[in-house]
């Protein structure tokens, strides 16, 4: 089974695989970043638009995919002015605790790491079950259960915190794992995202991060 949607980026949900997802607070980059990081992006699809071999544009396009993030990535670490409530430990504990209570419920965790402003996780969702609840009618499988974890969180969030408003950003990212090779480096590049932040030098040694052996 394969869904198609789109807000800002596009997304493709296949059955069967796994995914690499990134939510960020609500405010964490601002929009003159976006806009410059996309309009690149833009740019790059344009000429990767005139490649002629459909397997050489195809690996041409998740390439630029990942450029992109990587790109969206380390604006996230260095942006100053960015929201960090998620480097209070009761609000990081409260999104550990949440992720794990859905774990083979809604989905397979694989692995996380919960930064100051974003969160990195990979999971094996469970598509054809979560498109059968209630919860997630009317919604692509995996938007829902996205919909859901930020509704959730965002609530209690903002009582920890005292405050009302957007906590999540609302578009996150996600990308469809293609084989067990890039597993092992999404996995790992999750893991050692605390270790490129400076916050600590062994990936290990972070509170926040975790992975399920099983699937390494």
């Known amino acids: 089974m394969k869904h198609f949607y789109e807000r800002h ?7 069967g695989y796994a995914y690499f997802i990134n939510a960020r607070l609500h405010g964490s980059l601002p929009k ?3 806009d410059n990081l996309k309009q ?20 041409a396009y998740l390439a630029l995919k990942w450029e992109y993030f990587t790109e969206f990535d380390m604006e996230l670490h260095t942006h100053k002015k960015s929201p960090v409530w998620l480097a209070n430990d009761s609000i990081a504990q409260l999104v550990k605790e949440a992720l794990h209570y859905r774990d083979n419920k809604d989905f397979n965790l694989i692995a996380y790491t919960i930064m100051s402003n974003h969160i990195h996780l990979v999971i094996f969702p469970f598509l054809e079950k979560i498109a059968s ?9 995996l938007g829902g259960l996205l919909a859901s974890f930020k509704k959730y969180t965002a609530l209690k969030a903002n009582k920890i915190l005292n405050r009302s408003g957007a906590f999540w950003q609302h578009e996150s990212y996600d990308h469809v794992v293609r084989d067990n090779d890039e597993l092992l480096r999404i996995v790992k590049y999750v893991l ?22 099983k699937y390494l």
Do not use: C, M
């Open 9 to 15: 980026l596009p997304h493709y949900i296949v059955e």
């Open 32 to 34: 003159k970043v976006i």
């Open 40 to 59: 690149t992006y833009d740019r790059k699809v344009e000429l990767i638009s005139s490649i002629k071999n459909n397997a050489k544009k195809h690996e």
């Open 133 to 141: 609840e209630s919860e997630y009618k009317n919604k692509y499988p």
């Open 192 to 213: 050692n995202n605390p270790v490129k932040a400076g916050l600590v030098d062994d990936y290990n040694k972070y509170k926040w991060n975790y992975y399920n052996p």
